[in-house]
């Protein structure tokens, strides 16, 4: 984290009024631009996350995981790429979001795996699976979405095996200089101005930059994995720090 960047309380920014619970802002504003999600995850990624996916996916090859479970799935970009590169004997998404979910279905039985991975509409703050189930769990672009982290952390540590394995990857600015201002620039203008031609609900894109802004990335999101059962094996920047790996263990 930069020494001079303003630290803002992350649990505050929701996408369209403070009264209403985050989560429940959330399912309805992604069942609203699921449509254009992946076109806009493009963007703002710079087409790289394909990449990234897939370089942070092969740290887990290592641990030959059997079950996956894959958090905040959304369209299951995440799903059907654990499954081609780790072939494990089955897959699991879960997210707040129907509708995103519902396009995820069309992937997975466009790709031939709906026998392999299957989609729950399920909170990860509450979810129902039994203790132990799954090998790792993975979650792409989402951790900044969670309203309640550390219960959440909680229970992806509860379902996991002991030595199970939790890889994060997430979206955040880079450190302070001229690819900072760049960047600002970029999503200020290029991203804002692109947004809106994909779709009418400009919160929801300015909520999408706003959290990626304040959430927690590098050493502090580090301790807060210590602190809820989770050592690290991995921390990993890519692209001059625009996104961030952490692999981490369940002691």
């Known amino acids: 984290m930069a020494k001079n960047k303003t630290v803002v ?35 703002m990624t710079w087409g790289l996350a394909r990449s990234w996916r897939r370089t942070s996916l092969l740290s887990l090859k290592q641990y030959n995981p059997k079950r996956i479970l894959d958090i905040a799935a959304g369209t299951a970009d995440m799903c059907i790429k654990s499954y081609k590169f780790l072939n494990p004997d089955h897959v699991t998404g879960v997210d707040i979001s129907d509708q995103m979910l519902d396009m995820g279905r069309v992937k997975v039985e466009k790709a031939g795996l709906s026998d392999k991975i299957d989609l729950q ?3 990860v703050s509450a979810m129902t699976f039994a203790d132990g189930s799954y090998d790792a769990a993975t979650i ?7 309203e309640k982290l550390d219960l959440s952390l909680q ?8 030595g199970g394995h939790l890889l994060i990857l997430e979206m955040n600015e880079p450190e302070k200089g001229l690819l ?7 999503t200020k203008v290029f991203v804002r101005m692109t947004s809106k031609l994909l779709s009418s609900d400009k919160k929801a894109y300015d909520y999408l930059q706003a959290s990626m802004h304040a959430f ?31 692999l981490v263990e369940k002691i």
């Not at 229970?155 to 996991?160: A, D, G, H, K, S």
């Not at 999101?221 to 996104?243: A, D, E, P």
């Open 9 to 43: 309380d992350f649990t505050k920014v929701k996408p369209y009024n403070q009264d209403e619970e985050k989560t429940a802002q959330l399912a309805r504003m992604f069942n609203t631009i699921s449509g254009k999600y992946d076109q806009f995850n493009d963007i």
């Open 180 to 186: 900072f201002k760049g960047y600002q620039l970029y």
């Open 140 to 146: 792409a672009f989402g951790i900044r979405n969670f």
């Open 121 to 123: 509409v399920q909170d």
């Open 155 to 162: 229970q992806i540590n509860r379902v996991l095996t002991t």
């Open 216 to 246: 927690p990335n590098g050493e502090r999101l580090i301790n807060i994995l210590s602190q809820n059962g989770f050592k690290l094996n991995k921390y990993r920047k890519f692209t001059f720090g625009v996104c961030s790996m952490y």
